[in-house]
Structures are given as structure tokens and as C-alpha cells.
């Protein structure tokens, strides 16, 4: 039962920043790598503030840098390379997690933080379980239906897929990319600030944030990279992997998602529920 | 303005006058220079001209470049109607009711007809979405299915239809018939012609069929190595033997044959 | 045969070669000179850096082939370094320290990493851009856990510790072991992976990767055989990587898996970038940026007598100044320090025009 509620837990943080990944390549096709980077920098600032302020508002106040952040990603590693292969987002993408990163190691001496989250625990089915993942999951749920939601049955996702398809064109078609691409930058940016914040609340703010949320990635990859339901489901069956292979060996943890990346890459690039990306015309 | 024939008052509204373009691509190869051309209120107005003529960049600089495509509008100035709108981004310029339908990539190739219908930056009623049916009933039949399979005719088609979803009182277009069945490409022609009188949407036209392109239009421009080398009436133009000669494919005295001339090509004068 | 100007060859062979003018060999004569000089005029700390840049164009040079290129952008170039400095190690240990010379240590390198490339390759045949930089990122964390593991095993049963020792780079007539030694032999290296390169670039597969790279479903139909020359891409960019994986590995005698990171991959895409994709010379100026920029900032720090915390964290420094002209790189100057000079080169070659005039007279 533990089990159970460790990869419940588990796949909602895959889930969430999974979400996050999928929420910028929705629209631009480009994979946002400063994600690491938002989620270490807002969440030392949160915890650091939170001493000096009460805590609704250190809360508030890391949510509005988290979005600043995620604006400025777009501002300088998405807008300026729209019409440019690939690549070129994830090495400016990747520059500015460099960054904010190397600021964090600086600042804060990469040591270790703790949010002072009231927190309390609960018996459930005779286990006990922490309100930190009872949060988790809560958001992970909410979250992921809005934007589900949000996606399917509104234009936004139609603008999105348009402008992931062909920015220009759809510039050209009065799709307002620049104010749906920030949104998106902005949100992604807010919810790896929700997810360090959540881990942090468990395990004290350190530098390890950095490599947990290249997990999104993966998890993003395998579920399809334009898929809010295909994300899920990855982040279920990545969770459920991982948790059974680190009961036999706890090593192989951080290896588990490279595995199964490579696994992906091979049999089904698009992933489980991803758009079918390899027709072409010549 | 000059006095031109086919000039346009000034501020008249819903008429396009460019004026003294000049585009420059990668900070350093003049494309375009001098251009100037009108397109009245409600008219339509051909842009003829051979390959690396500089008739796209023209189209282009209209609807509005962005930041990634590396070229500049050096000099010059854009007017539609009153407003100047050199160097707007092309998400303002269509506010404003201007439609490009670009040369080569039209449409979104990942989503399907009705998709690529909807998705603009304006709403689509179900009367609107309806007459777009009834201008292209072969999309109808085809409405679910993903554009990148559609032929080249439907392609175009649907470019067509998705750029009137945007509210146009303007259109330019780009080599409507390239690579087009003579059939539908006359089908579309007509259609151009249709959408001009019943809506009085303004056209600019860039074509390589030139005849084609004459005969549905009012006025003409010509433009050669990034400068406008003739213009006139479309009827004028069809009947000026360097037209004839260069771009519809027949000299003056016709009946030659390639043994009987030494030199073939009679030299470009733009006189008449 | 030496043609007058490099627009008027009699043959189609004279294209093909790689000093084809006298100016060509007369500026390549002067280079060479040029390069000779250092370790004669300079200190040895200087001579030392360059050797570490000489290294890191060598791997460059493998990168700008694997993706500047045949446009399979590599995130794993890290990987291919580890996995040179590991043979060396691997030979060091295993087989003994007489085996493990310059003749023996480098074939194997090269042919350890090629191969290992083709393995890494093989799964980025089935797919296009994005997910070919995602497939080498992912090979690379698989093969730094796979060396982590090695260093674990050795190190319960050799009793070697987490670095494997190496001794000097021996070639068997002469051992290499000071800083200008080591000079010299790895500017005889680069100079010969340069001509390489160059000639390669221009062989058949070179232009198959040039076609590949702008459009892979064209270049499939008409007939060239597209895996195939991905495949090599892959292997050459990686024997280069494992090649100064094992210099850099005997250059510090000591074989260390951490010594390569991601961020190191991403240090050797940035030189490619910085120095402009597609160009062997930008591969080398970018080399040389990338690898100087943590010395020009040290340099910066002790004149300005920065505050301590800035030292005790230089390599974060390091990292954020880094990424920081990277990021300024990819903004403003897509082409790299080549588009820059090629820039220059226009505006002298247009002066006073600032822009290409039209052909056509004014009317």
C-alpha cells in the first residue's frame, strides 16, 4: 500500500512537470530547459523570504517572480529564435537554466533550505500520509484537468497547435502568438515553482530540484511531447517503473528515465499520445 | 502621389499605395528598390514580373515582416488607406484587413479543413464557416481530414478560404496557379474575380500566368530585378509587344520560327 | 597541380584540393610558423592553456562534423570524451602501463569511440531534429552511469580510488611530458584532424551530409543512402571526441568520470556555435573562445579584486558567464565569430555601397 501511495505521489510530480514541458511545446516545439533553473531560483527565494514575510505572501511573492522568469524565457530564449530550427530554443533555453542556476549556486552556497509548511498527517486505510502529498496530488488533479480542459475544448489550444505548426503563418492569420506564447512561457514558469515548492515542503530546498525536473522531460517524451492526457499516462507508467526498480536497487533510480527515453526514442518517437509528427512533403 | 495612371486619391479609404519601397535582405543584398505601385479601393492589380523579380519580397513587406526573417525596409513608405503601416508586424496589418496568401506554406499541415478554417485570430460563425462551404463545396467533402493530404488544388483552396475567415478588405496573393491544373487554376481565377465584384475585397495579384492574371485585372505592374520597369491598364498591357513577347509568350509578328532569327529575344525597351 | 585563381580550374579535380592557390599555401606556411612560436616566446602557463584548447578543437572539430554538418545535433559530445579517457584507463589497467603509448591508446580510442557513435546514432536514424539532440542527451546519461559503475568496480577491485592514475603519454621514442612537448605534439594532432576534416568535407560523404542537413526526405529520393552517412557522422564526430578524451586523460594523468558533464556537451556545442556552425575554422576560433572565456573571467576577478564569494564559486561563475555569451551568441550572431568576420569582409568588399546594388540601371 505504501507502494502505492509513493508512486501516487511520484506520478503527480512527474505529471506536473511533464505539464510544464508540454505547455511550451504546445505551441513553440521547443523544449524548455531554464525549467530547472525557475524552479531552483523561486524556490530558494521563497523559502528565503518566507522568514522575513508572512508566508501567504513569500508564497505569492515566488509565484510573481516565477512568472517574471517564465517571461523573460520568452522574451529572450523563445520570441527572438521563432523562426529557427529547433535546436536553437533548447541551447538558448538551456543558457538561460545555466544562469539561474549558477545565480542559486552563488547566492545561496547550494546548501539546504527548509519551508516551514504547516503541515499535518492524516490515517487513511490504516496509513499514514502527509499533507505535502495529499497536496500533490490535489494539484496534479486540478491542474491537470484545467488545463486538459483548457486545451481541448477552448481556441487556445486550436492557436496553439496553428502556431506550433507555422508561427508566421499564423501570425499572419491574426493568432495573437505573442500574448499566447508569453501566457505559456508564464505558466510553465508558475507551475515548476509550484512543483519545487511542493518537493521542498517534503524534502528541504536543495540543488537536486535541478535534475528531478529533467524527469519532465522524459515524461513528457514518452506521453508525447503535445499531449496533456499522454503526459499523465506517462507520468503513471514512469512513476510505477521507477518505484518498483528502486526497490531492487536504489542506484539505478536516476538512470530508470534515460532508459526508458532511449526505449521511447526507438519504438514510438512521438510518444504514446503525441501527434504523429513524420509526414512530410517534398 | 504621382500622376500616374491608376493613381489613387490620397486617403481614400481601403486603397493600398506603396510608395518608393526599398527591402534590403541580410543587412547587405538590395531585393526591392524604387517600387512603387497603387491598388485602388476595390480593385484588382496584377504584379507580373520573371522568377527573382523581387514580386514576393513586394508582398511580403506589405503584410509585414517579422523579426526572424532577416530583411529590412530601408526606405519607403506603405499607405492603406490614411494609415502608414511600413513596417507593422503582420499580426497588425491583418487587424487592419489585410490578407496575405503566401506563395508556399498556406496552410497548417497538422491540423485538418475545418481547423485551418478556424483557426484565426477571429471568430468564425456558423454562417460564415457555411460560406466557405458553399465556395468550395470539394473542401466540404474533405473537412475532417488532415490539410498535408489534401492535392495541390485543395491546398490552395483552402489558403483561400482561410484567408477570407480573417475579415479581408484587402488580398494579396501570391502565384495563385503555381503548380495548379489549368482547369483549377482557372476555376480559381474566376473565383479571385467573383470575391473582387461581390465583395469588394481588393486584390494585388503576383503571378507568373501572366495572361490569366490580365484579363481578371484592372491595372498592371511589371517589375524586373527589384524595379518596376512598365505599368498600365491590364488591357494596354496585353497588347504591348514586350509583354507579349516576354511574358505571354508570343512576339509581335508571330509565325517565326527559331531557324529564321538570329537573335531571338527582341531587346526590352518598355517604349510599346 | 597549382591553379592561378580558384575560380578558373581546368579539371574538376583542382576543386577538390585542399591548397589549391599559392596564397592558400604561402597563409597555411605562415600559420604553421605562426603556431610554432609559442612555446618559445611564452611562460608555461600560457603555453597550457593553448594546450587545452588544441584538445578541445580536436573535439570541436568531431562536433562541428557530427552537427554543424550533417545537422544531427549531438548533446552527447560529452560522452564521447569519457569514453576516450576511459580506454586509456581501461588499457592502463587491464593490459599494463607499457601498453598503454600513443600508438596503441589512440587507434583504440578512435575506434572505441566511432563505434560506440554508431551505437548512439543508430536510434537517431528513425528520427529528425528534436529527438535526435534528445536521444544523444539521453546516451549520454547512460554512458556517464555506466562509467560511474566501472569506477565502483575498479575501485573494489584495484584499489585504484575514484581517479585512475595514468602515466606520461609515451611514443615510444620519446615520452611527453612537459608543457611544450605536449604543445607540439598535440599541434601536430590538430593540424593533421584539420586537414582531415577539411579533406572529408569534401568526399562524397561530405556533400551528402551537406545535402542531408537541408532537406533528409530530398536527399533520401534521390538516392543516397541517408543512414549510411549519418552513421559515419556519427562515428567520425565521436572517434574525434575520444581521441582528445584520451589526450586530455593522459594530459592530466588521471582518468576522472566526472571530469565530463553535461555541461561540458553543451560547452562543445556552444563552440561550435560561437565560432559558427558548418566551418572548421569556426570550430577552432570557437574552441579557442570557449576555453579561454574561464581565463579571461579569472583574469577579470583578480585585477578587479572581486569579493571572495565570487572565488569560492567560480566554476558556478563560470557557468552563468558562459551561458550568459552563449545565449548572446545565439541572439545576435547566429553565424558565429565566422558570420562576424565574414560581415566585416562584406562590408570592406561593398565599401562605400553599404548594401549589394541592383543589377539593373535606375529608370
Not at chain 1, 43 to 63: E, K, Q, W
Not at chain 1, 129 to 158: C, K, N, Q
Not at chain 2, 25 to 53: C, E, F, M
Not at chain 3, 334 to 357: A, C, D, K, N, S
Given at each position: 500500500m505504501r507502494f502505492v501511495i509513493d508512486a501516487a505521489t511520484l506520478a503527480s510530480i512527474n505529471f506536473l512537470l511533464g505539464l510544464a514541458i508540454v505547455t511550451i511545446y504546445k505551441g513553440t516545439r521547443i523544449i524548455n530547459f531554464a525549467l530547472p533553473g525557475v524552479m531552483l531560483f523561486t524556490a530558494y527565494l521563497t523559502v528565503t523570504v518566507s522568514g522575513l514575510m508572512p508566508l501567504p505572501l513569500a508564497l505569492l511573492l515566488g509565484l510573481g517572480v516565477a512568472a517574471l522568469l517564465g517571461a523573460a524565457t520568452f522574451y529572450l530564449g523563445i520570441y527572438p529564435i521563432l523562426g529557427r530550427p529547433t535546436y536553437v530554443g533548447i541551447l538558448t533555453t538551456v543558457a538561460i537554466g545555466f544562469m539561474l542556476e549558477s545565480i542559486v549556486t552563488i547566492v545561496w552556497k547550494a546548501g539546504i533550505v527548509n519551508l516551514d509548511l504547516p503541515s499535518a498527517t492524516f490515517s487513511v486505510a490504516g496509513q499514514s500520509i502527509r499533507s505535502a502529498e495529499a497536496a500533490i496530488w490535489a494539484t496534479a488533479v486540478i491542474v491537470g484537468a484545467a488545463f486538459g480542459i483548457l486545451y481541448r475544448y477552448t481556441r487556445l489550444g486550436l492557436w496553439l497547435a496553428a502556431t506550433a505548426d507555422n508561427s508566421l503563418l499564423a501570425r499572419h492569420r491574426g493568432i495573437p502568438v505573442l500574448v499566447v506564447l508569453l501566457l505559456s512561457s508564464m505558466v510553465a514558469a508558475a507551475l515548476a515553482y509550484a512543483v519545487g515548492l511542493l518537493l521542498g515542503a517534503r524534502l528541504g530546498v536543495t540543488m537536486a530540484l535541478g535534475s528531478t525536473a529533467l524527469r519532465g522531460l522524459v515524461v513528457a517524451l514518452v506521453g508525447g511531447l503535445d499531449s496533456v492526457p499522454g503526459?499523465?499516462?506517462?507520468?503513471?507508467?514512469?512513476?510505477?517503473?521507477?518505484?518498483?526498480?528502486?526497490?531492487?536497487?536504489?542506484?539505478?533510480?536516476?538512470?530508470?528515465?534515460?532508459?526508458?527515453?532511449?526505449?521511447?526514442?526507438?519504438?514510438?518517437?512521438?510518444?504514446?499520445?503525441?501527434?504523429?509528427?513524420?509526414?512530410?512533403?517534398? | 502621389m504621382s500622376e500616374r495612371e491608376g493613381t489613387v486619391v490620397a486617403n481614400e479609404p481601403g486603397a493600398l499605395c506603396v510608395e518608393r519601397l526599398e527591402v534590403v535582405y541580410h543587412?547587405?543584398?538590395?531585393?526591392?528598390?524604387?517600387?512603387?505601385?497603387?491598388?485602388?479601393?476595390?480593385?484588382?492589380?496584377?504584379?507580373?514580373?520573371?522568377?527573382?523579380?523581387?514580386?514576393?519580397?513586394?508582398?511580403r513587406a506589405i503584410g509585414g515582416f517579422t523579426p526572424a526573417e532577416v530583411a529590412t525596409l530601408r526606405d519607403g513608405d506603405i499607405f492603406f488607406g490614411s494609415r502608414?503601416?511600413?513596417?507593422?508586424?503582420?499580426?497588425?496589418?491583418?487587424?487592419?484587413?489585410?490578407?496575405?496568401?503566401?506563395?508556399?506554406v498556406k496552410i497548417f499541415d497538422t491540423l485538418n479543413v475545418e481547423e485551418n478554417l478556424r483557426a484565426t485570430g477571429f471568430p468564425l460563425a456558423k454562417a460564415d464557416l457555411d460560406g466557405i462551404w458553399d465556395l468550395f463545396p470539394q473542401l466540404k467533402n474533405r473537412r475532417k481530414i488532415r490539410?498535408?493530404?489534401?492535392?495541390?488544388?485543395?491546398?490552395?483552396?483552402?489558403?483561400?478560404?482561410?484567408?477570407?475567415?480573417?475579415?479581408?478588405?484587402?488580398?494579396?496573393?501570391?502565384?495563385l496557379s503555381l503548380g495548379l491544373a489549368p482547369k483549377i487554376a482557372a476555376e480559381l481565377f474566376s473565383l479571385i474575380r467573383k470575391l473582387n465584384r461581390e465583395r469588394g475585397i481588393g486584390i494585388l495579384l503576383v503571378e507568373q500566368n501572366a495572361r490569366a492574371a490580365l484579363e481578371i485585372s484592372d491595372f498592371g505592374y511589371i517589375i524586373e530585378s527589384g524595379r518596376i520597369v512598365f505599368e498600365g491598364p491590364s488591357a494596354k498591357l496585353l497588347e504591348h509587344g514586350d509583354v507579349m513577347e516576354f511574358y505571354l509568350g508570343r512576339a509581335e509578328d508571330s509565325e517565326k520560327s527559331f531557324r529564321d532569327v538570329k537573335q531571338y529575344r527582341r531587346k526590352r525597351r518598355w517604349w510599346g | 597541380m597549382v591553379a592561378v585563381s580558384p575560380y578558373l580550374s581546368t579539371h574538376y579535380r583542382a576543386r577538390l584540393y585542399l591548397l589549391n592557390t599559392p596564397a592558400w599555401r604561402w597563409l597555411v606556411i605562415a600559420t604553421l610558423i605562426v603556431a610554432a612560436l609559442p612555446p618559445l616566446l611564452?611562460?608555461?602557463?600560457?603555453?597550457?592553456?593553448?594546450?587545452?584548447?588544441?584538445?578541445?578543437?580536436?573535439?570541436?572539430?568531431?562536433?562541428?562534423?557530427?552537427?554543424?554538418?550533417?545537422?544531427?545535433?549531438?548533446?552527447?559530445?560529452?560522452?564521447?570524451?569519457?569514453?576516450?579517457?576511459?580506454?586509456?584507463?581501461v588499457i592502463s589497467i587491464h593490459l599494463g602501463p607499457i601498453w598503454a603509448n600513443f600508438w596503441i591508446a589512440a587507434p583504440a580510442a578512435m575506434a572505441a569511440g566511432g563505434l560506440i557513435g554508431v551505437l548512439v546514432g543508430w536510434p537517431a536514424l528513425r528520427v529528425r531534429g528534436l529527438y535526435v539532440a534528445l536521444a544523444t542527451l539521453a546516451a549520454f546519461f547512460v554512458i556517464q552511469h555506466l562509467g560511474l559503475r566501472y569506477v565502483e568496480y575498479l575501485t573494489r577491485t584495484y584499489k585504484t580510488g575514484i581517479d585512475i592514475k595514468l602515466s606520461t603519454l609515451d611514443l615510444l621514442f620519446l615520452k611527453v611530458e612537459s608543457e611544450r612537448s605536449w604543445y607540439f605534439l598535440l599541434l601536430i594532432i590538430t593540424v593533421l584532424v584539420i586537414a582531415a576534416a577539411n579533406g572529408l568535407v569534401r568526399t562524397k560523404a561530405g556533400r551528402a551530409w551537406q545535402a542531408l542537413r537541408e532537406h533528409e526526405l530530398m536527399t533520401q529520393v534521390m538516392g543516397v543512402n541517408v543512414a549510411q552517412y549519418k552513421l559515419i557522422a556519427f562515428a567520425v564526430g565521436a572517434s574525434l571526441a575520444a581521441l582528445a578524451g584520451m589526450l586530455f586523460g593522459f594530459y592530466h594523468h588521471t582518468v576522472n568520470p566526472e571530469a565530463f558533464t553535461v555541461e561540458a556537451s553543451v560547452e562543445y556545442l556552444a563552440m561550435i556555435i560561437i565560432g559558427g556552425m558548418g566551418s572548421i575554422a569556426g570550430a577552432v576560433l570557437g574552441a579557442i573562445f570557449v576555453v579561454l572565456v574561464p581565463y579571461g573571467l579569472q583574469w577579470l576577478l583578480d585585477t578587479f579584486e572581486a569579493p571572495?564569494?565570487?572565488?569560492?564559486?567560480?566554476?558556478?561563475?563560470?557557468?552563468?558567464?558562459?551561458?550568459?555569451?552563449?545565449?548572446?551568441?545565439?541572439?545576435?550572431?547566429?553565424?558565429?565569430?565566422?558570420?562576424?568576420?565574414?560581415?566585416?569582409?562584406?562590408?570592406?568588399?561593398?565599401?562605400?555601397?553599404?548594401?549589394?546594388?541592383?543589377?539593373?540601371?535606375?529608370?
Amino acid at each position: 500500500m505504501r507502494f502505492v501511495i509513493d508512486a501516487a505521489t511520484l506520478a503527480s510530480i512527474n505529471f506536473l512537470l511533464g505539464l510544464a514541458i508540454v505547455t511550451i511545446y504546445k505551441g513553440t516545439r521547443i523544449i524548455n530547459f531554464a525549467l530547472p533553473g525557475v524552479m531552483l531560483f523561486t524556490a530558494y527565494l521563497t523559502v528565503t523570504v518566507s522568514g522575513l514575510m508572512p508566508l501567504p505572501l513569500a508564497l505569492l511573492l515566488g509565484l510573481g517572480v516565477a512568472a517574471l522568469l517564465g517571461a523573460a524565457t520568452f522574451y529572450l530564449g523563445i520570441y527572438p529564435i521563432l523562426g529557427r530550427p529547433t535546436y536553437v530554443g533548447i541551447l538558448t533555453t538551456v543558457a538561460i537554466g545555466f544562469m539561474l542556476e549558477s545565480i542559486v549556486t552563488i547566492v545561496w552556497k547550494a546548501g539546504i533550505v527548509n519551508l516551514d509548511l504547516p503541515s499535518a498527517t492524516f490515517s487513511v486505510a490504516g496509513q499514514s500520509i502527509r499533507s505535502a502529498e495529499a497536496a500533490i496530488w490535489a494539484t496534479a488533479v486540478i491542474v491537470g484537468a484545467a488545463f486538459g480542459i483548457l486545451y481541448r475544448y477552448t481556441r487556445l489550444g486550436l492557436w496553439l497547435a496553428a502556431t506550433a505548426d507555422n508561427s508566421l503563418l499564423a501570425r499572419h492569420r491574426g493568432i495573437p502568438v505573442l500574448v499566447v506564447l508569453l501566457l505559456s512561457s508564464m505558466v510553465a514558469a508558475a507551475l515548476a515553482y509550484a512543483v519545487g515548492l511542493l518537493l521542498g515542503a517534503r524534502l528541504g530546498v536543495t540543488m537536486a530540484l535541478g535534475s528531478t525536473a529533467l524527469r519532465g522531460l522524459v515524461v513528457a517524451l514518452v506521453g508525447g511531447l503535445d499531449s496533456v492526457p499522454g503526459a499523465a499516462l506517462a507520468a503513471i507508467i514512469l512513476a510505477v517503473i521507477e518505484s518498483a526498480v528502486v526497490i531492487h536497487d536504489p542506484r539505478l533510480a536516476t538512470v530508470v528515465p534515460y532508459v526508458v527515453l532511449l526505449f521511447i526514442l526507438v519504438w514510438r518517437p512521438w510518444g504514446l499520445l503525441g501527434t504523429y509528427e513524420e509526414v512530410e512533403r517534398i | 502621389m504621382s500622376e500616374r495612371e491608376g493613381t489613387v486619391v490620397a486617403n481614400e479609404p481601403g486603397a493600398l499605395c506603396v510608395e518608393r519601397l526599398e527591402v534590403v535582405y541580410h543587412r547587405v543584398a538590395t531585393a526591392v528598390q524604387g517600387v512603387s505601385l497603387n491598388v485602388p479601393q476595390g480593385k484588382v492589380v496584377t504584379l507580373l514580373g520573371p522568377n527573382g523579380a523581387g514580386k514576393t519580397t513586394v508582398l511580403r513587406a506589405i503584410g509585414g515582416f517579422t523579426p526572424a526573417e532577416v530583411a529590412t525596409l530601408r526606405d519607403g513608405d506603405i499607405f492603406f488607406g490614411s494609415r502608414n503601416i511600413a513596417g507593422r508586424l503582420p499580426e497588425e496589418t491583418v487587424r487592419l484587413g489585410i490578407v496575405a496568401v503566401p506563395e508556399r506554406v498556406k496552410i497548417f499541415d497538422t491540423l485538418n479543413v475545418e481547423e485551418n478554417l478556424r483557426a484565426t485570430g477571429f471568430p468564425l460563425a456558423k454562417a460564415d464557416l457555411d460560406g466557405i462551404w458553399d465556395l468550395f463545396p470539394q473542401l466540404k467533402n474533405r473537412r475532417k481530414i488532415r490539410s498535408i493530404l489534401l492535392s495541390g488544388g485543395e491546398r490552395q483552396m483552402l489558403a483561400l478560404g482561410a484567408a477570407l475567415c480573417c475579415r479581408p478588405s484587402m488580398m494579396l496573393i501570391d502565384e495563385l496557379s503555381l503548380g495548379l491544373a489549368p482547369k483549377i487554376a482557372a476555376e480559381l481565377f474566376s473565383l479571385i474575380r467573383k470575391l473582387n465584384r461581390e465583395r469588394g475585397i481588393g486584390i494585388l495579384l503576383v503571378e507568373q500566368n501572366a495572361r490569366a492574371a490580365l484579363e481578371i485585372s484592372d491595372f498592371g505592374y511589371i517589375i524586373e530585378s527589384g524595379r518596376i520597369v512598365f505599368e498600365g491598364p491590364s488591357a494596354k498591357l496585353l497588347e504591348h509587344g514586350d509583354v507579349m513577347e516576354f511574358y505571354l509568350g508570343r512576339a509581335e509578328d508571330s509565325e517565326k520560327s527559331f531557324r529564321d532569327v538570329k537573335q531571338y529575344r527582341r531587346k526590352r525597351r518598355w517604349w510599346g | 597541380m597549382v591553379a592561378v585563381s580558384p575560380y578558373l580550374s581546368t579539371h574538376y579535380r583542382a576543386r577538390l584540393y585542399l591548397l589549391n592557390t599559392p596564397a592558400w599555401r604561402w597563409l597555411v606556411i605562415a600559420t604553421l610558423i605562426v603556431a610554432a612560436l609559442p612555446p618559445l616566446l611564452f611562460s608555461v602557463y600560457y603555453v597550457s592553456l593553448l594546450n587545452l584548447v588544441l584538445i578541445a578543437c580536436i573535439g570541436a572539430i568531431g562536433l562541428n562534423i557530427t552537427t554543424g554538418f550533417a545537422g544531427q545535433v549531438n548533446l552527447g559530445q560529452a560522452g564521447f570524451l569519457l569514453i576516450g579517457e576511459f580506454v586509456a584507463g581501461v588499457i592502463s589497467i587491464h593490459l599494463g602501463p607499457i601498453w598503454a603509448n600513443f600508438w596503441i591508446a589512440a587507434p583504440a580510442a578512435m575506434a572505441a569511440g566511432g563505434l560506440i557513435g554508431v551505437l548512439v546514432g543508430w536510434p537517431a536514424l528513425r528520427v529528425r531534429g528534436l529527438y535526435v539532440a534528445l536521444a544523444t542527451l539521453a546516451a549520454f546519461f547512460v554512458i556517464q552511469h555506466l562509467g560511474l559503475r566501472y569506477v565502483e568496480y575498479l575501485t573494489r577491485t584495484y584499489k585504484t580510488g575514484i581517479d585512475i592514475k595514468l602515466s606520461t603519454l609515451d611514443l615510444l621514442f620519446l615520452k611527453v611530458e612537459s608543457e611544450r612537448s605536449w604543445y607540439f605534439l598535440l599541434l601536430i594532432i590538430t593540424v593533421l584532424v584539420i586537414a582531415a576534416a577539411n579533406g572529408l568535407v569534401r568526399t562524397k560523404a561530405g556533400r551528402a551530409w551537406q545535402a542531408l542537413r537541408e532537406h533528409e526526405l530530398m536527399t533520401q529520393v534521390m538516392g543516397v543512402n541517408v543512414a549510411q552517412y549519418k552513421l559515419i557522422a556519427f562515428a567520425v564526430g565521436a572517434s574525434l571526441a575520444a581521441l582528445a578524451g584520451m589526450l586530455f586523460g593522459f594530459y592530466h594523468h588521471t582518468v576522472n568520470p566526472e571530469a565530463f558533464t553535461v555541461e561540458a556537451s553543451v560547452e562543445y556545442l556552444a563552440m561550435i556555435i560561437i565560432g559558427g556552425m558548418g566551418s572548421i575554422a569556426g570550430a577552432v576560433l570557437g574552441a579557442i573562445f570557449v576555453v579561454l572565456v574561464p581565463y579571461g573571467l579569472q583574469w577579470l576577478l583578480d585585477t578587479f579584486e572581486a569579493p571572495a564569494q565570487f572565488l569560492v564559486y567560480f566554476s558556478a561563475l563560470r557557468l552563468g558567464v558562459f551561458a550568459f555569451l552563449m545565449l548572446i551568441f545565439l541572439l545576435l550572431e547566429p553565424e558565429g565569430l565566422i558570420g562576424l568576420w565574414q560581415r566585416v569582409r562584406t562590408f570592406f568588399v561593398l565599401w562605400p555601397f553599404r548594401f549589394r546594388p541592383l543589377e539593373a540601371k535606375r529608370q
